[in-house]
């Protein structure tokens, strides 16, 4: 492959996953923390309760005005919301990203004969697969992770094997001695 069809591929590559990233924006937009707990500074521990936040007392070391006596700790409950909503959207985001992933890579295998473009497309492939695990790593278990990761590399190492049976590519013979 010559410098020209080399930077086609990576091209089509980050091309590939910026479409599959943004496109999956447009559906299932980021979770922003300030949907879920407003800047409002409060200031009375009878609006703080009224919200359902936490009224936390100060300690005399932590008292920075004559009168103030705690604040209100609104992160309490507003954070496992936004927590919850992040992993939801991780979920939705993993199971649409992964099939497309895999999709991807398969077509670019299969129905791109020009290098360049099955090349690039099978990168964007496995970096939409990259992408789908990682936006849900951090809330799998180890199990899950592990599994996901050899069925990953079963799966590339049987394609790049089938591929390479398939169009003409040669297994390296080792010489003997």
Same mark, same amino acid.
């Given at each position: 492959?010559d410098?020209k069809n080399i930077i086609?591929g990576?091209?089509i590559?980050?091309l590939t996953?910026f ?5 999956i924006?447009? /559906?299932?937009?980021?979770v ?10 409060i ?5 703080c309760?009224?919200?359902g ?15 103030e006596k705690?604040f209100?700790?609104r992160? /309490? ?6 927590d919850?909503a ?6 939705k ?7 497309f ?13 020009l ?7 099978m990168?964007?492939g496995v ?13 799998g278990?180890?199990? /899950?992770?592990?599994i996901?990761?050899l069925?990953?590399?079963v ?5 790049a094997?089938?591929?390479n049976?398939? /169009?003409?590519a040669?297994?390296i ?5």
């Open positions: 492959m410098l086609l990576i091209a590559v980050i996953i479409v599959i990233v943004n496109g924006g447009v /559906f299932y937009p980021k922003e923390y300030s949907d879920f707990c407003a800047a409002e500074v200031e009375t521990q009878e609006r309760e009224e919200i936040a936490t009224w936390e007392v100060y300690d005399g070391v932590r008292r920075l005005f004559e009168g705690g209100c700790d992160n /309490f409950k507003c954070r496992d919301r936004y919850d992040r992993e939801e959207r991780a979920k985001v993993f199971y649409i990203a992964l099939p992933g895999i999709l991807i890579l398969l077509a670019g295998g299969f129905l791109f004969y290098e360049a473009v099955g090349a690039g497309l990168g964007g970096g939409t697969i990259v992408y789908a695990a990682g936006s849900y790593w951090r809330y278990e180890d199990l /899950f992770r592990f996901i990761s069925l990953g590399l799966a590339v190492i049987f394609l094997y089938w591929f049976r398939k /169009f003409g040669k297994p013979k080792r010489k003997k001695r």
